[in-house]
């Protein structure tokens, strides 16, 4: 059954919000009274349209049904979460959290707040134990951190409930063990936000020359350590202790005025608001928006790729989501087992605009990846030492993938003894076969360098399949040669 979450609050982040959940397959209720909602939201939906799936290496679920409604009460009916994300004014979010409360009752309510805690959000509640803070950042969704902050006045099992919603929509639910003013995360850009701000008003730095200060420099180290790992790194093979050691007594210097602010003058507003025009000005919101989410998917994917960081937490999201697939298949009877889902994604398009040809190589893999997986002969069974191989494929390309598409993998076992499978795998879209494989794996001892049986409990599981796929029609294809003529 499709939840459904309200988000009330439309702008950037509650927008961000609304997309992150549809695209994770959930009903979206959205109100905001704000008469510009539907396009600001549907702008923010298509640039997350474009760029969510680019993270996934698994097809995204269906997406849900996004509704506005006219009230509060009309948006939280049904939800089975809500996120409020209104303006950070303590009044308004208390005479919001009592309306929410009047028409939904146990409902888990995050707040995008930056600033308050949750003790202050939950001030004259009707029911102060079911609102937290589920602070996230810009854009939510494509950047995966969450700061839950609880008080002691919240329900634990309801926290725990919230974050689990929070990582199946792919987030990282960073929980914040004490309240504090500002969480964790703006407390730290707030710090470099004061620095930031004397070093333009005292003519040290423009605006872009301490932007580039960031991303040419310590920004891609962050990005990837954080602050602690990172100068653990730099305290070389001594470690922490070391770079303590050697850059402490620098605390003592004068060279932040982290406990100054500027005085906050039109002068300085107008100072940085015209370098940031000089710097930034020949793009529009929405351009600087989708070249952010353009770099921020490679940068994503590359830590994902070696399985660090925000990362790790894609790659653990995507192994969900394909377990939660591969729990539904079975075996079956009279037709070949479908058995991997996919979507033709922007890095798998060529110049033509159709799906490159490795990419056919690649959905053929996921599919037998997926078979082997289902038979036992997963990683564990790869770090064991033995592992099927492919030593033997035969490709026909029969139609064209575009962006988007949603495709299926197949495999029909033609064969198969203690050592070898021959199978034959569909490429498909809907009932169109797109490319069919004809591949020979060997099981092979990979200490031994040399084909050896496989597993008895792995064959035991290949052998009913096998079985069931004898009474099907051998594919007109099996067999070909390259060039062989079509019938």
């Given amino acids: 059954m499709t939840r459904k979450a309200a988000i009330i609050g439309g702008g950037v982040i509650g927008g961000g919000w609304a997309a992150r959940f549809l695209l994770n397959g959930w009903n979206v209720s959205v109100f905001d009274p704000d008469p510009e909602a539907e396009r600001k939201i ?116 309801l926290i725990e409930r919230a974050k689990d919603i929070l990582r199946e929509i792919g987030m990282f639910p960073l929980h914040v063990r004490k309240e504090i003013d500002a969480h964790i995360a703006d407390r730290f850009l707030e710090a470099v936000w004061r620095e930031a701000l004397w070093l333009v008003k005292d003519g040290v730095a423009t605006t872009e020359e301490i932007d580039e200060a960031i991303r040419m420099g310590f920004g891609l180290r962050w990005g990837q350590m954080g602050l602690f790992e990172t100068y653990r790194v730099a305290g070389g093979e001594a470690g922490m202790k070391h770079f303590m050691a050697q850059f402490g007594p620098c605390l003592q210097w004068p060279w932040t005025k982290l406990m100054d602010v500027p005085e906050f003058t039109e002068e300085l507003v107008d100072l940085i608001a015209g370098q940031s025009d000089a710097q930034s000005g020949n793009y529009t919101i929405r351009e600087l928006e989708r070249i952010r989410d353009s770099n921020l998917i490679g940068f994503m994917r590359a830590l994902k790729d070696r399985n660090w960081g925000a990362g790790r937490v894609l790659r653990e999201h995507d192994d969900r989501r394909r377990a939660a697939f591969h ?89 198969s003894d203690d ?54 029609p051998r594919p007109d294809a099996a067999g070909r040669h390259v060039g062989q003529g079509k019938n």
Avoid at 65 to 82: E, Q, T
Avoid at 428 to 442: H, K, N, P, V
């Fill in 42 to 157: 549907g702008e923010v939906l298509a640039n997350a349209r474009a760029a969510l799936p680019a993270l996934s290496d698994v097809p995204m679920p269906a997406e849900g049904s996004l509704r506005f409604a006219k009230n509060i009460d009309g948006a939280v009916k049904g939800a089975d979460y809500i996120q409020e994300s209104v303006s950070e004014r303590l009044d308004l979010k208390h005479r919001v959290f009592a309306q929410i409360q009047a028409a939904s009752k146990g409902v888990p309510i995050g707040s995008s707040t930056s600033g308050f805690k949750p003790s202050e959000l939950q001030q004259a509640a009707a029911d102060p134990a079911t609102i937290f803070v589920a602070h996230p950042f810009n854009p939510v969704y494509l950047l995966p951190l969450a700061e839950v902050v609880p008080s002691a006045e919240s329900n634990p099992e």
């Fill in 419 to 472: 050592k070898r499978i021959h199978a034959f795998i569909r490429i498909q879209r809907g009932t169109e076969t797109l490319a069919s494989l004809e591949q020979m794996f060997l099981h092979v001892d990979m200490n031994a360098g040399r084909a050896c049986p496989a597993a008895a409990d792995v064959l035991a599981r290949l052998a009913p399949i096998a079985e069931a796929h004898q009474s099907l």
């Fill in 327 to 415: 729990q539904t298949v079975k075996t079956g009877q009279g037709a070949p087992l479908v058995i991997a889902h996919m979507q033709v994604l922007p890095g798998w398009i060529d110049y033509n605009g159709h799906m490159t040809e490795s990419r056919y190589l690649f959905a053929a893999s996921e599919t037998s990846d997926a078979f082997l997986r289902l038979i036992g002969a997963d990683m564990d069974y790869v770090a064991g030492g033995h592992s099927y191989y492919t030593v033997e494929t035969h490709i026909m390309h029969l139609g064209e993938a575009r962006l988007g598409d949603r495709l299926t993998g197949s495999i029909q076992i033609l064969g």
